[in-house]
């Protein structure tokens, strides 16, 4: 009985978003801090890879080719890589991963324990930052 008087027409009214400028100017303003936010940390990584002598650190800012580079810097096997698209083993190659960014920061001299503070947002820049031309 309750499904022949529900109206149809308000399940598509709730499905639609908002066509005004604000959607548009928030997703403009999202889509330049992401490509902000990309360009500083392929730099940062760029020059981490420098600094270790790495031939190839322009994989730095190619999006895959960033965790081959790391893998490799931290002294872990690149075909890591490979288990990242795998679900279950990619959680094993992201503690891998963990691993060969710890052993990077101890090439750089850094403390290990400073990769904690990048899981706060913001201050992950400064430490990248920090990583990268401290």
């Given amino acids: 009985m309750l499904l022949q008087i529900f109206d149809a027409s308000s399940i598509s009214l709730l499905a639609q978003s908002s066509s005004g400028s604000e959607s548009t100017a928030g997703s403009f ?5 992401g490509i902000a936010g990309y360009v500083f940390g392929s730099y940062c990584f760029y020059n981490i890879y420098q600094k ?6 322009w994989f730095a800012w ?3 080719l960033n965790n081959w580079i790391m893998y490799k810097a931290g002294d872990q096997s690149p075909w890591w890589i490979i288990g990242l698209f795998i679900p279950i083993v990619n959680f094993v190659a992201l503690i891998f991963l963990i691993i060969a960014f710890v052993n990077i920061l101890k090439k750089l001299g850094k403390n290990p324990w400073m990769l904690l503070l990048m899981l706060i947002p913001i201050v992950n820049f400064v430490i990248l930052y920090n990583f990268a031309f401290g």
């Fill in 29 to 33: 303003i999202g889509f330049i801090i």
């Fill in 52 to 57: 270790l002598g790495e031939p190839n650190a």
């Fill in 62 to 64: 190619v999006p895959i």
